[in-house]
Each structure stands twice: as C-alpha cells, then as structure tokens.
C-alpha cells in the first residue's frame, strides 16, 4: 500500500519564478492538505483540498494556490517565488469524516530560492 | 491567535534518564497529534490523543493530555539514542467538516539529543 508520494524531492528556482509541486494522498484518502516548514521551524498550514476544492486556508498569500484532481492527487503552485519561500513543503493526507484520524505526510519537497 | 508551545526547544539527554517535553495550547481543542521528524526527513506519527486524560504508550514513549489545562506531555522513559529526533506536537483547531482534520496548527518542535 503506497503512501503518500510527493514530486519533486528537491527543486532550485530563481526569485520570481514559478513552481508547481505535486503530491498523490495515501489510497484510499480523500483530502490532502498542504504545509510549509522553514528551517528550524514547525510546519504551517498552507491550504486543504477536498472533493477538488479548497476547503480550509491558512495565512498565506495568494501567490499559493492549489488544485486537487478527481483522483485526489493535489498541485501546489507557488507563483512569483521569493527568497523566503525556500522551505520543505509537505504534502499530508487524511480521509475525510473520521473523526481523529492523523494525516499521514508524504517525504516532502524541498524548495530553494536563489 | 492560536499559540502551540513546546519546552524545552532543545534536549540533551544521556542515555537511561527520563525526561518529559511539555506542550501547551492557548484554545479549546481535544485533538492531539505528536509526530517525529528526522532530519531532512518527513513526518512520522507517533500518537493521537483524542480526550481528556487519554493516555498512550509506544516503547519509551508516553504521551498524555490533559484538555482542562491545555497540556500534552511526551514522556521519555530510559532514553536510547534511537530516540534522537525532534518532537512536534500539533493541535486540530477545526471541527467543522465531519469530523475529519481540519489544519494542524504545530509547536516549533522540541530537538532531543539522547547521548551514550
């Protein structure tokens, strides 16, 4: 049984740039949420999807966006990218209606701002 | 505003002590989550805590939560290096949407040392 899978594992951009992350959920998971965690920090919640819409958002710019699939994969898109947008960027799914499940994360995407 | 907080932030532990990492939250919550992380490595769960005095145990691991007070405990009982990690605690705000996770607002991490 797969887990949740995230591409790329590693990515290098250029401040202005744009870059889409891409991340399958768990089988059988329905929702896939999204977070961002800089160096030495916690992750933070960026946004959730579920049924192919944003449910819930964190605070965060509009500069992140995102799109879910109908067979629940999910894209992040950073657009504009600035420096301070390098981080992990992890990628966590969960099965919506159970009460108490953890979201399993995924290995994450580590993104470099030049 | 929402605050997770974790102490210590840093631990260094010898191995065969026991040690207890303290997280408190600043709003009403009875979702719980504890997860590992290794460096340059994901997340790994290790409880979920989903009541007032829910008490749960893996190995030398023992988490607790106290909802009254706001306040989730790892314990760490006759550390081995194997433990060396940092230690997140997270906390689900959102109830609205069946039950199911809402965001999980996280501590900075607790980063354990356990050394021979």
């Known amino acids: 049984d797969a887990g949740v899978t995230q591409s790329p594992t590693h990515l290098i951009k250029t401040r202005g740039q744009q870059v889409t992350l891409r991340c399958s959920p768990k089988?059988?998971?329905?929702?896939v949420s999204w977070y961002q965690q800089a160096l030495g920090q916690g992750p933070q919640f960026i946004f959730q999807y579920y049924e192919e819409e944003e449910r819930q958002r964190g605070n965060f710019p509009d500069r992140f966006s995102g799109h879910q699939f109908p067979n629940y994969s999910s894209e992040l898109n950073v657009n504009a990218l600035l420096l301070g947008d390098s981080a992990l960027y992890l990628c966590?799914?969960?099965?919506?209606?159970?009460?108490?499940?953890?979201?399993?994360f995924g290995p994450g995407t580590r993104l470099t701002v030049l | 505003e929402l605050k997770v907080e974790q102490n210590p932030l840093f631990l260094s532990m010898q191995e065969g002590k026991n040690y207890t990492i303290y997280c408190n939250y600043s709003?009403?919550?009875?979702?719980l989550y504890w997860y590992r992380q290794d460096p340059g490595k994901s997340l790994e769960s290790l409880f979920v805590?989903?009541?007032?005095?829910a008490v749960k145990q893996e190995g030398r691991l023992m988490a607790s939560l106290d909802t009254k007070a706001r306040l989730s405990t790892l314990h760490i009982t006759a550390a081995v290096h194997d433990l060396s990690a940092t230690y997140f605690c997270a906390v689900d705000i959102n109830r609205n949407y069946g039950g199911s996770q809402g965001n999980l607002i996280f501590g900075k991490g607790t980063k354990l040392s356990v050394k021979p």
């Open positions: 089988s059988g998971h329905d929702t």
């Open positions: 805590l989903l009541s007032n005095g």
């Open positions: 966590a799914s969960s099965l919506a209606g159970r009460p108490g499940d953890e979201q399993f």
């Open positions: 709003t009403t919550s009875d979702r």
